[in-house]
């Protein structure tokens, strides 16, 4: 025998011996198949901590078991999120059977990326072979490399982060998840998954905030939350007067998980109404999101005519009040995989939302995109490192002012699971700053809160509607959210009495600081007056601005409405220059505002037109804000 032979023959029985040391369940020792199977049905169960110590011990006892490493690794993976772990076990797998499985690189890859180590799962990725792999999957490979490209790159410049969580009146060993709170932050509200033996009830909670402390959590109960149903994915209104969540199951659903509404009542909330099959698909519509002005709503949906996975869509209400048709967001802000839990700005132009289809850390990432003056949406934007992790965050909320985030997060200080933080939000993902404004109306002489029609104008554009709301009937509290930068008007408005005018600027707004004010309405009488305070001339000159419109044409539809009322319109200047001049030029201004009403269908016999000059002032001329004050057209009802 030669001694090519001999050699070729020891290279073969090696081989063949290094192979026969690979156990698998085919070649398993009974014993060890019935633990393995033990093992198996445990984390089919769910019971992961008892999966981990059977398969422990199984690859302590028989170290060469790959279907043993395997299934330890999934648990780890799939269970417990403990990737570190999970990548060891499908090392030993690759080292044990490289042809394992077909999903064994991917898996050791996604393991060493989620864990943190890009450098490593860019390794394992790049080792795939994609020959025999559809162009999805391909895809897929790109789309990993990508990730870790910019995750290695992102997390050496770190954003700003320090996580507060709100403690135990809101967090649990349940899962808290999904915030969203009131304009003033006064309540918060989210989901908890609460576990009642091996079933989790998905419902919504409360919690106000008292001198910066949340106080203990409350269900939100019916007719929202049931015992029937799972309800969760809540989103608040800025006033705190409206709620739209995601409900599964509900008789009047019309797919698997719909969006309702309802609105603060007396004594609780309405009775939940659904968006209606225009808006709800036969699939999933969740995680709804309302604007500042009420009239849209974001939201992600599962439904045919998607780019893949959920993609975020959005409705509007008409002048009809019903619900357009949902218009998805784009290619460019919804990919071949999930994009959800979408969050509008007050500001109404910033955008945040949660995808796993942009490069990112690993699991789902916050992203955020700038609608611009045309209406397109810009590039997504990672929220970044350390915001952004390996991990899933659920859910952002920013408030009005933009500077602080509230999410649902799994941290190692929190009360177990998923937990709700806050945290300042770097300025370099902050959207535009955004006030509000806040109070309440009353009758002038009861001092009871009165329900009434608000409207805000924004004067720096021309003076057109920036928005509408109505005040509370039982409180006659308002709330409505404004973005800094311009001059605003308020016009107050309800049958049988007076309108209230107002105007404020927000140029040069503090911070964090709402604009407030109490407002009482006059009851139409004899005697009775209003400021105009948003008729505008220029200096020294008695021309009506065309922003002065919009006030004036409320006062023709107050007259028109109360066909009998006579009034007399008074023009008003502060001290400064000739009396006598400044007579006459308050005289010419509420001749102005007399001639505006006649062309417009009033009768000149129910009017009549006085200057006072500086005879009649409300307020200091000693100082610039006192003279403004002074500086006024008004009128006083004169009959009825």
Not at 260 to 268: F, L
Not at 325 to 330: I, Q, R, S
Not at 565 to 587: A, C, F, P, Y
Request: with cysteine; aromatic share 10%; glycine share 10%.
């Amino acid at each position: 025998m030669n001694k090519f032979f001999i050699s070729s023959l020891l290279i073969l029985l090696l081989s063949m011996c290094s192979t026969a040391q690979v156990v698998t369940l085919s070649n398993a020792s009974k014993n060890l198949k019935d633990d393995y199977q033990q093992a198996d049905n445990a984390y089919a169960l769910g019971k992961s901590g008892q999966a981990i110590d059977m398969l422990q011990g199984i690859v302590k006892r028989q170290p060469k078991f790959v279907d043993g490493w395997w299934l330890l690794g999934k648990v780890y993976f799939e269970n417990l999120q403990r990737y570190d772990s999970a990548a060891i076990c499908f090392d030993k797998v690759k080292e044990l059977k490289p042809n394992y499985n077909k999903n064994l690189d991917m898996m050791r890859g996604d393991a060493y990326m989620y864990a943190g180590k890009y450098k490593e799962a860019k390794a394992i990725f790049n080792t795939v072979e994609t020959g025999a792999l559809s162009d999805g999957e391909k895809n897929e490979i790109t789309n990993r490399l990508k990730s870790c490209d910019f995750a290695a790159e992102a997390s050496m410049v770190p954003k700003k982060f320090n996580p507060i969580n709100l403690g135990e009146g809101v967090n649990t060993a349940d899962d808290e998840l999904m915030p969203s709170v009131t304009a003033d932050e006064r309540f918060v509200y989210f989901t908890r998954d609460e576990k009642i033996g091996r079933v989790i009830d998905e419902n919504i909670f409360s919690s106000e905030n008292r001198g910066g402390e949340f106080q203990p959590a409350e269900l939100v109960g019916r007719p929202i939350s049931t015992d029937e149903y799972f309800e969760g994915a809540t989103c608040v209104s800025p006033s705190g007067r409206y709620l739209f969540f995601t409900s599964c199951g509900r008789p009047d659903a019309v797919g698997d998980c719909d969006i309702y509404y309802t609105k603060k009542v007396t004594g609780g909330w309405d009775r939940p109404k659904n968006l209606g099959n225009k808006v709800n698909c036969p699939g999933w519509d969740i995680q709804p999101c309302l604007s500042a002005d009420g009239k849209t709503v974001y939201f992600a949906s599962r439904r045919i005519g998607g780019y893949g996975g959920l993609d975020i869509y959005k409705t509007t209400l008409g002048d009809d009040y019903t619900w357009s048709k949902p218009e998805n967001l784009g290619p460019k802000i919804n990919t071949e995989k999930d994009e959800e839990r979408p969050f509008i700005h007050p500001d109404d132009k910033t955008l945040y939302f949660s995808s796993d289809g942009h490069p990112g850390f690993g699991h789902a990432d916050f992203f955020y995109c700038k609608r611009d003056a045309a209406g397109n949406w810009g590039a997504p934007v990672n929220l970044g490192f350390p915001i952004n992790t390996p991990g899933e965050e659920i859910g952002i909320c920013i408030t009005t002012d933009g500077n602080t985030a509230y999410i649902g997060s799994e941290r190692p200080e929190g009360k177990g699971g998923m937990d709700i933080y806050k945290f300042e939000l770097d300025e370099s993902v902050q959207p535009q700053h955004v006030t509000y404004i806040k109070g309440r109306v009353f009758d002038e002489m009861t001092k009871a809160p009165i329900k009434t029609n608000i409207q805000l104008f924004d004067i720096s554009n021309g003076g057109n509607l920036y928005g509408s709301l109505t005040s509370d009937n039982s409180s006659g509290e308002f709330l409505a959210t404004i973005p800094y930068g311009n001059d605003y008007a308020c016009q107050v408005s309800k049958e049988g009495y007076l309108f209230y005018s107002a105007n404020f600027s927000l140029k040069n707004f503090t911070k964090n600081e709402p604009y407030q004010l109490d407002i009482y309405l006059k009851k139409i009488e004899v005697g009775k007056s209003v400021v105009l305070n948003n008729i505008f001339f220029e200096v020294n000159k008695y021309e009506l601005r065309d922003v002065s419109k919009t006030e004036l044409n409320t006062l023709v539809d107050l007259m028109k409405k109360n066909p009998t009322m006579k009034i007399e319109l008074s023009g008003h200047t502060d001290n400064s220059g000739i009396e006598t001049e400044n007579k006459v030029l308050s005289e010419n201004r509420a001749k102005a505002v007399m001639e505006y009403l006649i062309s417009n269908g009033i009768e000149a016999a129910r009017l009549s037109a006085k200057g006072y000059g500086s005879t009649k002032p409300i307020a200091d001329n000693k100082t610039e804000e006192g003279k403004q004050k002074n500086r006024r057209t008004e009128f006083v009802v004169t009959g009825l």
